[in-house]
């Protein structure tokens, strides 16, 4: 699992991981899901393409910040969240504080080029 494998490179990477752990089930792809992937070859990378078939034939999430693997799950309206979405569940999950998460998401923005719709976590964060 990609967001698994980053752990080693992205240290922040772990909140996540240990938040999702004992809900992200481990399922191996179908027929169909195979055929709905090599559909998506064409225009994703091959991990998108799978993790997006398989979420699709499940009914499950896909976690990505990749562009066009976010245009695909909404134009096939399959669950979504992102890099955001899981600081937010942190946060609201009490894993991480509010501000620590902020610090994530500055240092995404600022360090790693992040593309974020705002700067502040408090913006995502229900009152």
Known sequence: ME??????????LEHAVTALEENIPVVEPSA???QIEQSLLETLDPGEAQALAVADDVAGTVITDDGDARATANHRGIELTGSIGLLVRSV?????????A???LKRWIDEAGFHSPARDL???LDE
């Open 122 to 124: 408090d913006v995502f």
């Open 102 to 104: 902020d610090t994530y």
């Open 92 to 100: 609201e999950d009490d894993r991480i504080t509010a501000t620590t």
């Open 3 to 12: 967001l698994t494998e980053g752990v080693e490179t992205h240290r922040y």
């Open 32 to 34: 169909e899901a195979h």
